[in-house]
């Protein structure tokens, strides 16, 4: 209604023009010019933390068309200041407030303006106040929220008329510079800043043009307000506004730009920013009844006479060539791609920076846009842009002018300086920030350094984190302080997410554990297979089958060796996959993979030597031994006895681990040396009557008959180093393809691919490789046609009498030390894959899984199979292949997790394709034995570069100052260091020479012995000794790009 009145007042005035354009006109009536100038001063009013010590006053001395602008500011109380605008033409109220924001370094949202104000309408003739109407003006607010960012530096290179502004460097988390002469971009790093530099960067900022929330659309409209604001300040004189103009709108040129763009003339603007420039000035130049249009008019007037005076822009269309024309398509997806790795929202700073000879001394501004525009010419990528930082001058001035625009550029990716960019209310906060950034920066010496005399990334991470902890204590309130000294912060910090609690602590309610789990995982039951139809599950499926079928053949192979056939690979694969599918249809974690284990393998070794040294039928007492299992496993279920996984930590785990990967190597070695026993080696001698041998007999079946002489299969000297050859080459290959997951060949999926592939490979290519010597004999794995057990005398079911009655109740003995194995291997599998970090959502479902288990190894039982278990490392696998990483992380950032698909499709599908596996008994068939001793070789060396047992054992013969920074020798005397491995040197012994002894079976038993002595070592070691080492924290890392496989992740080997 307000502006209504006023337009009906401005219709009652007669020939109504433009502020300014009849100034001599109006200058013959000097009352009249007094008057005018009295009704145009406008004081304003605003709360100010700060004294402005002196006065500044700018004046710009042009043609009579152009509006003389004078500023003061006059000190006042603490608490506030008076702006005072002094125009020679009267302007509106918000005109005005335009004026004093951007000229003047003045935020417009805080300032207060008065209740009342004049409007003035100007007649050509005479000056009248038509009205003084109170005008209340809305306020403005800006976004000034943090976003991402993505930093472009562009330097002004060239000589004379072939200059052009080139990307030379790009920050999104890491700077990237561009290599000189191949111009691509290098690798992403860590941005390293001079000191001087950031002092001259503070320089600049304390006296450059500082512009906050500017309201402009397009490039030409940013250089001229930012010119303007220059020769306000002083830092540029009024003749060199024009070429300042000129260089800021040169061409841009990006290193993804093809060659064949580089002859288009550089010395020109953006043509289409242009063309909307001039369309946004034809648009603003249509006349106003409204005194507010009349003021825009007059504004908007002194632009267009700018343009048409001072600088000379050729308009010509056909020099122009649109950004999407001057784009190779090659190129352009490059661009794409880019684009993907920018986080969405981000916007982006441009920093521009060079050498001129037309200016005297630098020229800076810093400018922060009241909105992201898109300036597509400029930006490598086509983001908004919401900052902009200029510094323009001589070269004889003592700045290096590159590492000015570092030294921004890298403030503006730091995210802290990026939040309090956004918010910065004036220039003050942002020298505060500056400050900021430089109380958490760590300064390097100058000198000559060797690389192994810096400290590792980890220990900088450490001292920044000390800084920011040591500041954020002295920032933080005394109350907060308090409450987390009482205590209150800790009991906030151990409340669970999960609506029914921590899993791992006990509710006091029988089979309270057990319950939680099934109500914790009901609800998520019809997503189990929602989300498992896709096709990263599928491709999960097919990898999978691959790694769980070569460790269902190994072990099934080794347990023929071991139980004289009655147990084999029928049996191993049948089992594997009956018990896969009924744990993963009602599991609490279905991505647990189910098979058999090393571990377990080796006490049916020792159960079979058992019952066979006192004529005890081995199938039979494994069937009261699964029916013991399961009455186990629901008796501990009812007391919630899977909460003591807690009482096995590193220590007795690093101890279990050693002893089985020891024991693989051990049986792979004695295995490779009973087939030298085999066939031995023969002297020469013997070897050329061999040959002549077996060339008589060969001639006179020739000559006499087509009979084929007998030769025996057993004592051939070619098997054993054929064996050796299949052996050694299915380790060496599976072992170098793992390690060339982290190597610099080729791209990261192939090489994942081929090392998570590893094993599977190797087993292909020896076995081809087995093929091609037709007439040297190997023993081949025993795999018998169809679904029919490994031994051909006995049935599927195994039948439970007759069976001594005491051996029925003694069979609960065992059925104890397969319970600790099984119990141990299962939690410590759920432990590792719950790990904060894989980020899962569904929860785990420890007192359920292991009642499954137990339950699925009394089917295993009656069938005669090999007792099964959460197997560690194809479990870890399982995961890792539906975890869904990032693809849009920045250039040298490693990919993070995004989500895991927790379902139960893909270990459903793993496990059918196990058992439809028994169809490829004629394959099978063809494997010689020789490989799996290759694979199990594997698998103990490779699950010792995981243990920090082995990595602490190697520091004995280190000396000191070649240890390792690692938190067990920075925190960790020497002398405990070695004390702590020489016990758990002691338990491992002692548990091997029990294993070798006939009191092998009772290797579980003494298993769980050293939790106690574990307890017991408090009284040695101080609690800070002991987290240091035996606490669950990984190690670090000597590479800090190798990305841990599956052993080094999981504690247990197979």
């Known amino acids: 209604m307000l502006f209504k009145k006023i337009a009906r007042l401005c219709q009652n005035t007669e020939n109504i ?3 300014g354009e009849n100034k001599d006109a109006s200058s013959k009536d000097a009352d009249g010019d007094e008057s005018h100038k009295s009704s145009a001063e406008l004081k304003v009013k605003r709360k100010h933390s700060h004294h402005h010590k002196k006065s500044r006053k700018y004046v710009v001395n042009g043609d009579s068309n152009r509006v003389r602008r004078v500023s003061t500011y006059e000190e006042q109380d603490e608490d506030s200041y008076q702006v005072i605008l002094q125009l020679e033409e009267p302007l509106q109220e918000f005109v005005q407030d335009d004026v004093a924001s951007h000229r003047f370094d003045c935020s417009r949202d805080k300032r207060r303006f008065s209740t009342r104000s004049t409007i003035s309408v100007v007649n050509n003739k005479q000056t009248s106040i038509i009205s003084s109407l109170p005008i209340k003006l809305p306020k403005r607010y800006f976004d000034h929220s943090p976003h991402e960012v993505f930093v472009q530096l562009d330097e002004l290179i060239g000589v004379g008329e072939e200059l052009e502004w080139k990307e030379t460097a790009r920050w999104i988390k890491y700077e990237e510079d561009v290599v000189e002469g191949a111009d691509r971009w290098g690798r992403p790093h860590v941005a390293s800043l001079s000191f001087h530099s950031l002092l001259n960067l503070r320089r600049c900022l ?5 512009l906050l929330d500017l309201e402009e659309k397009d490039l030409p409209g940013i250089a001229y307000r930012v010119v303007e604001q220059m020769a306000i300040d002083q830092l540029i004189k009024d003749d060199e506004k024009p070429t300042v103009i000129r260089a800021l709108l040169l061409r841009h040129r990006h290193v993804s730009e093809h060659e064949r763009f580089r002859f288009i003339r550089r010395n020109t603007a953006s043509y289409s920013s242009l063309q909307n420039l001039n369309e946004d000035q034809k648009h603003r130049s249509k006349p106003s009844v409204c005194s507010v249009d009349f003021a825009l008019k007059n504004l908007n007037h002194n632009i267009e006479a700018l343009k048409s005076k001072d600088i000379s822009i050729d308009m010509k269309e056909e020099t122009y060539l649109s950004s999407t024309e001057e784009l190779d398509r090659k190129f352009q997806k490059e661009k794409e791609r880019l684009l993907k790795r920018i986080p969405p929202g981000a916007e982006a700073t441009t920093v521009l920076v060079g050498t001129v000879d037309f200016l005297e001394s630098p020229a800076i501004a810093f400018v922060r846009l009241a909105e992201g525009i898109l300036l597509p010419a400029v930006t490598e990528v086509t983001i908004p842009v919401r900052f902009i930082f ?6 004889k001035v003592e700045i290096d002018y590159r590492e000015v625009g570092r030294s921004i550029s890298t403030l503006m990716s730091n995210s802290d300086f990026n939040k309090k960019a956004y918010k910065a209310p004036d220039r003050r906060d942002l020298l505060r920030a500056i400050n900021e950034f430089l109380d958490y920066s760590i300064v390097l010496p100058p000198g000559n350094w060797e690389t192994n005399a810096l400290l590792s990334l980890k220990e900088l991470r450490a001292k920044n984190e000390a800084i920011r902890k040591r500041r954020s204590i002295k920032e933080t309130d005394p109350a907060v302080i308090k409450a987390l000294l009482s205590g209150d912060g800790e009991k906030d910090e151990g409340k669970s997410e999960d609506p029914f609690g921590d899993p791992l602590r006990r509710t006091r309610k029988c089979f309270g554990g057990l319950i939680n789990d099934m109500k914790r995982r009901f609800p998520y039951y019809k997503s189990d297979y929602l989300d498992g139809l896709n096709s990263q599950c599928l491709s999960a499926s097919i990898f999978m089958y691959f790694a769980a079928l070569s460790a269902a053949i190994t072990f099934g192979g080794l347990y023929a060796s071991k139980t004289e056939n009655k147990i084999g690979v029928s049996e191993t694969l049948v089992s594997t996959s009956v018990a896969g599918i009924i744990f993963n249809l009602f599991a609490g974690q279905p991505l647990i993979i189910i098979g058999t284990t090393g571990p377990l393998l080796l006490f049916d070794e020792a159960l079979h030597k058992f019952c066979r040294e006192n004529l005890i039928d081995y199938l039979t007492m494994r069937v009261y031994i699964g029916a013991w299992l399961l009455f186990i496993a629901l008796l501990v279920a009812s007391v919630e006895g899977s909460v003591f996984i807690k009482v096995f930590t590193r220590f007795t785990e690093e101890i279990f681990a050693s002893l089985i990967s020891l024991l693989y190597i051990f049986e792979s070695v004695t295995n490779m040396i009973s087939v030298f026993r085999k066939h031995p080696l023969l002297e020469l001698s013997e070897y050329c009557a061999f040959e002549n041998s077996t060339l008589s007999s060969n001639l006179t079946a020739a000559n006499n008959t087509m009979h084929k ?8 000297p070619n098997s054993a180093l054929f064996c050796m050859i299949l052996s050694l080459g299915t380790f060496f290959l599976a072992y170098y393809l793992r390690h060339f997951r982290n190597s610099k060949f080729l791209g ?3 090489r994942r691919a081929l090392g998570d592939f590893g094993v599977p490979i190797a087993i292909v290519v020896m076995g081809l490789l087995a093929a091609v010597p037709s007439s040297t004999f190997t023993e081949k794995l025993q795999v018998p046609e169809g679904l ?15 069976f001594p009655i005491w051996a029925m109740f003694a069979s609960f003995i065992p059925a104890i030390l397969v319970y600790i194995l099984v119990f141990m291997e299962t939690h410590i599998s759920e432990l590792i894959i719950g790990k904060k970090e894989r980020k899962l959502k569904k929860g785990n479902g420890f007192h359920l899984d292991i009642v499954l288990v137990c339950l699925t190894n009394v089917g295993c039982g009656m069938i005669g199979a090999p007792w ?3 197997a560690t490392v194809r479990s870890v696998t399982h995961v890792s292949s539906v975890t869904l990483m990032s693809t849009t992380h920045a250039p040298g950032e490693k990919p993070h997790i995004i989500t895991v698909r927790e379902q139960r499709v893909s270990a459903l599908v793993v496990a059918a394709l196990v058992g439809a596996s028994v169809l490829m008994a004629p394959i099978l068939q063809l494997l010689p034995v020789a490989i799996l001793f290759g694979v199990f070789l594997y698998m103990g060396i490779s699950s010792i570069e995981g243990i920090q047992f082995f990595e602490r054992l190697k520091l004995f013969l280190m000396p000191v100052k070649y240890h390792p920074q690692t938190a067990y020798v920075l925190k960790v005397s020497t002398i405990k260091m070695y004390l702590f491995t ?9 548990l091997w020479i029990i294993k070798s002894s006939q009191f092998s079976l009772l290797f579980p038993f003494f298993l769980v012995l050293m939790v106690p002595l574990r307890a017991q070592l408090a009284h040695i070691f101080s609690p800070a000794e002991l987290r240091a080492l035996d606490s669950d924290e990984p190690d670090a890392i000597d590479k800090e790009d190798d990305e841990p496989d599956f052993y080094a992740q999981s504690l247990l080997p197979g």
């Open 709 to 716: 002489p007998d030769t025996d299969e057993k004592n051939q």
């Open 390 to 395: 200029i510094l323009l001058g001589p070269l």
């Open 982 to 990: 020489s016990i758990q040197l002691g338990c491992l012994t002692i």
């Open 748 to 750: 990261r999926s192939v």
């Open 206 to 210: 304390e006296t450059g043009v500082v």
């Open 17 to 19: 023009s433009s502020l």
């Open 788 to 802: 029919t057990p490994s031994l051909p005398n006995r049935t599927w079911a195994i039948p439970p009498v007759p």
């Open 868 to 870: 099964m278990c959460a």
